[in-house]
Nanobody, 117 residues
Framework: QVQLVESGGGLVQPGGSLKLSCAASGVFFSTYAMSWYRQAPGKQRELVASISSGRITNYEDSVKGRFSISRDNAKNMVYLQMNSLKPEDTALYYC???????????WGQGIQVTVSS
């Protein structure tokens, strides 16, 4: 059973930084792409960043240059370093992966990030 557990969220002032972590279990971690999504109140869930098994990264336009996704295959961890945070980054952030044939999608429980003064 695939499990994803996020940590590291919280309240931060505008311009501040946070680092989200996602611990994965039950999956041959290094084989699969990992992603971070977010959902703000009243908005659809959106892809924030993804990293392939080969460490190719992709970012949503509004976070380019501010957020950085990385992975540690030895620890089955994926991270999202968030710098220069803005109030519009406030959302519930989710760790995500798709594994297997056919692909099955798995989500973490979500973790709150609030950017406010």
């Amino acid at each position: 059973q695939v499990q994803l557990v996020e940590s590291g969220g919280g309240l931060v002032q505008p311009g501040g930084s946070l680092k989200l972590s996602c611990a994965a279990s039950g999956v041959f971690f290094s084989t699969y792409a990992m992603s971070w999504y977010r959902q703000a109140p009243g908005k659809q869930r959106e892809l924030v960043a993804s990293i392939s098994s080969g460490r190719i990264t992709n970012y949503e336009d509004s976070v380019k240059g501010r957020f950085s996704i990385s992975r540690d295959n030895a620890k089955n961890m994926v991270y999202l370093q968030m710098n220069s945070l803005k109030p519009e980054d406030t959302a519930l952030y989710y760790c995500n992966t798709k594994v297997g044939i056919p692909l099955q999608e798995y989500w973490g429980q979500g973790i709150q990030v609030t950017v406010s003064s």
